[in-house]
């Protein structure tokens, strides 16, 4: 049977201050090896791990609610989240140079195709296939039988959508990630702590993104527990495989 390795798992950050979102465009990028074998057939890689923890407060509503879970497999159809179900398809497309354009015609993240010596697998070496089944077979027939390296790009904007009047908004959110690959290899880390009130003007609120070093806690005292509110649900992204 085959053997995925993780090569390396990086990331990279930058700050987002637009006239709706403060935030973090967060990107963190998988390098994935597959080496075949003779024997056996073409074995999938272990599941993504987006370990994130939230806590949340909201001083105008007076309410906390908190998460901590692996947001891949709490919803693998996120446009977060999906280009690693879709990480085939994806990357035969790269290597046509097509675009992939969905999600109300944005793209997050990548998925890349290379050759064991780390060189761009062409889409003349892949050959022409319709339909993202036989676009996910094409770059699977070739890693089973040459092996070869996936890039695969999540690209994350962890935000909060600025107050608009009349409406007032008073909240404060610490964010922290563990992202790598379940059962395997090294891990990106990093939290954002933001904290935005309608009362005050921009320049006194808090952002704060780091890559190392302990995210602040939040003082939940006064504050009423409810339910958390993260999306779930268990279906694949169009053409995407566990």
């Known amino acids: 049977m085959g053997k995925w390795t993780v090569l390396s798992v990086t990331s990279r950050n930058q700050a987002l201050n637009s006239s709706r979102e403060y935030g973090t465009n967060w990107y963190v990028t998988y390098r994935l090896q597959y080496k075949p074998s003779t024997f056996g057939g073409f074995v999938e890689p272990p599941k993504m791990a987006w ?18 879970g692996n947001f891949y497999t709490r919803k ?34 990548h ?44 690209h994350d904007i962890p935000n909060v959508i600025k107050p608009t009047l009349p409406n007032d908004k008073h909240i404060e ?7 790598g690959v379940m059962g395997m290899g090294p891990r990106a880390t990093g939290w954002q702590h933001i904290k935005m009130d309608s009362a005050q003007p921009e320049a006194k609120w808090t952002y704060n993104f780091q890559t190392g070093g302990s995210a602040p806690g939040l003082k939940t005292s006064g504050l009423k527990v409810v339910a958390d509110p993260t999306p779930q649900g268990n279906l694949l992204p169009t053409g995407g495989i566990w």
């Open 51 to 68: 370990d994130e923890v939230i806590m949340y407060n909201d001083y105008t509503k007076k309410e906390h609610w908190s998460f901590s």
């Open 76 to 109: 693998p159809d996120s446009p977060t989240m999906s280009v690693w179900a879709q990480r085939y398809f994806r990357a035969y497309l790269q290597a046509h140079n097509r675009p992939f354009v969905a999600f109300g015609g944005s793209q997050k993240g």
């Open 111 to 154: 998925s890349k195709l290379f050759d064991l010596k780390g060189l761009a697998v062409s889409g003349q070496t892949l050959g022409i296939h319709n339909g993202e089944a036989n676009q996910n077979k094409a770059v699977q027939d070739y890693l089973k039988k040459n092996g070869g390296i996936l890039e695969i790009e999540v």
């Open 173 to 179: 959110r610490v964010l922290i990630f563990n992202c």
